[in-house]
T-cell receptor, first 114, second 113 residues
């Protein structure tokens, strides 16, 4: 079945880069997503990558996709205290020819220390 | 645009009571979803809908019901609430084409005692 795995915790110092890793299982996933959840809030879409891409950059965020190893990473450059949150990786699930249902990992709690 | 809105924000129910969690989106999205989030877990899909009048079960549908009479609204009904339904509930919506990225509401925190 489908499963998305993430490490549960990451702690970095302010100004360093953060790298959050994710592995997924559905080789037919078309899109992979990164969401951010701040305490008491809903999930905010950060970025997504199409499965035929290797990399996508958006300001301080860089997404790397290794399709062969089914490995996705999110790099946050110059991490700030405001980046402290839970980060969820999600993959689209192929269902009846469509890819709109998502499977989420359990989330990585990023703590940024001043 | 308000995006996806959910009411109420918090609710405490007694075992056996019923309630409806409201969800509305103003982005004209055809697809809508209900998830529950338990501590330390990811999100589990309860029900989803690909358009008005069409709903389908997700991963954890037992104890819940939904309806979709309009594009904008997708209420989630809890009948005979149980302690196992204590959770945070999120509604989301997405377009029916393209990258299907889902946009989430702020959540409803439900406690059943």
């Amino acid at each position: 079945g489908e499963d998305v795995e993430q490490s549960l915790f990451l702690s970095v110092r302010e100004g360093d880069s953060s790298v959050i890793n994710c592995t997924y299982t559905d080789s037919s996933s078309t899109y992979l997503y990164w969401y951010k959840q701040e305490p008491g809030a809903g999930l905010q879409l950060l970025t997504y990558i199409f499965s035929n891409m290797d990399m996508k950059q958006d300001q301080r965020l860089t997404v790397l996709l290794n399709k062969k190893d089914k490995h996705l990473s999110l790099r946050i450059a110059d991490t700030q205290t405001g980046d402290s949150a839970i980060y969820f990786c999600a993959e689209s699930i192929s269902s009846g020819g469509s890819n709109y249902k998502l499977t989420f990992g359990k989330g990585t709690l990023l703590t940024v220390n001043p | 645009n308000a995006g996806v809105t959910q009411t109420p924000k918090f609710r405490i129910l007694k075992i056996g009571q019923s309630m409806t969690l409201q969800c509305t989106q103003d982005m004209n999205h055809n697809y809508m979803y209900w998830y529950r989030q338990d501590p330390g877990m990811g999100l589990k899909l309860i029900y989803y809908s690909v358009g008005a009048g069409i709903t389908d079960k997700g991963e954890v549908p037992n104890g819940y019901n939904v309806s979709r009479s309009t594009t904008e609204d997708f209420p989630l009904r809890l009948e005979l609430a149980a302690p196992s339904q204590t959770s945070v509930y999120f509604c989301a919506s997405s377009r029916s084409t393209g990258s299907y990225e889902q946009y989430f509401g702020p959540g409803t925190r439900l406690t059943v005692t």
